[in-house]
């Protein structure tokens, strides 16, 4: 007999299953999984299956997404939490996952973090802007975590950022839980990687994960699959600009282009301008080398 389920986490190569009867399934993964190099993961469907007595993961279903790092599968919502201090704030690095969700059809939110301990006023308006949904929340003033229940969509919403920022502090304000949260290292200004797998809770019939954050440097070396072509769409606001004057312009100092002078008005924010700017010389970089 086969079985639909959707994994939840995976820990040392057993995977928890939601069943659609509320059971909840160990599976291990069929062996020819590890000969494709494939890895079921947290957010796929899989078809469970017996062997003997016990269920296995037979196969998975396609996926509508992937986010690369961390790898979770079919994200309705991915909330990409930044904090504005401890660890510092870096627009660059948001601007690089957003990108990388904007390529992978992924609908991005984005919640900055700590600003009890500085004021992001200018981002919030600058992302605000951009047209992406964005919060900010100070854990000691539960109303703001509370209005990030605002956010929330049905099926699969996903956290993602740096080791630290508050990730799983903002799931327990959300969800009244106690989940284990980290002290900063204050000798290094980042977290300790408190939280290991990732997982996803459910939460008023929707899911919410939480994941293991990012090192600081691991994120400056998450490689983009972005054809540099391909870059300026995964800027959405530069999007209603259509009349450069070359149809293929590439917003780089060509004659004639509206997303430069727009940057010129301030109506596109500078410095999401110099984050397609740095995106684009990373990309070109990195395509001189063959992929890993
Ligand atoms: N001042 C301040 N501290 C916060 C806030 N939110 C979280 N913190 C603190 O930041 C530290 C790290 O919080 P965590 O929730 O463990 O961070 P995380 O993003 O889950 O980290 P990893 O699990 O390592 O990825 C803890 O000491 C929290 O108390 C906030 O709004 N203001
Ligand atoms: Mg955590
Ligand atoms: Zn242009």
Avoid at 24 to 39: H, I, N, T, V
Avoid at 92 to 117: C, E, R
Avoid at 185 to 208: A, C, F, Q, W
Wanted: hydrophobic share 35%.
């Amino acid at each position: 007999m086969e079985e639909k389920g959707l994994i939840l986490r995976c820990i040392g190569g057993l995977y928890t299953v939601k069943m659609p009867d509320g059971r909840y399934l160990e599976c291990k993964a069929r062996g020819l999984f590890r000969k494709d190099g494939f890895s079921p993961t947290a957010g796929d469907w899989a078809i469970i299956s017996r062997e003997g007595e016990a269920p296995v993961i037979s196969r998975v279903l396609s996926r509508k997404n992937t986010l690369p790092r961390p790898p979770v599968a079919n994200i309705d919502r991915l909330i990409l939490v930044f904090s504005a201090a401890e660890p510092a704030f870096n627009p660059g690095l948001l601007d690089k996952m957003l990108a990388i969700a904007a390529h992978a059809g992924i609908d991005a939110a984005i919640v900055i973090t700590k600003t009890d301990l500085e004021n992001v006023g200018d981002y919030l308006a600058i992302y605000q802007k951009a047209g992406y949904p964005c919060l900010a929340v100070d854990k000691d003033h539960p109303g703001t975590a509370k209005a990030v229940k605002g956010l929330l969509v049905e099926g699969i919403n996903v956290l993602c950022g740096n080791s630290g920022v508050g990730k799983t502090t903002l799931l327990n304000l959300i969800m009244g839980t106690q989940l284990e949260t980290g002290e900063i290292s204050k000798k290094l200004g980042r977290g300790r990687h408190t939280t290991r797998v990732i997982e996803l809770y459910e939460y008023n019939g929707i899911y919410i994960g939480d994941t293991p954050g990012f090192a600081a440097l691991d994120m400056e070396e998450i490689r983009m699959d972005i054809d540099e072509r391909e870059l300026a769409s995964c800027f959405r606001e530069f999007a209603q600009y259509k009349g450069c004057k070359f149809s293929d312009c590439r917003h780089l100092g060509e004659p004639g282009c509206e997303v430069k002078k727009a940057v010129e008005s301030g109506e596109i924010s500078a410095s999401r301008y110099a984050s397609y700017q740095r995106l684009t010389e990373e990309i070109k970089r990195l395509s001189k080398w063959p992929k890993k």
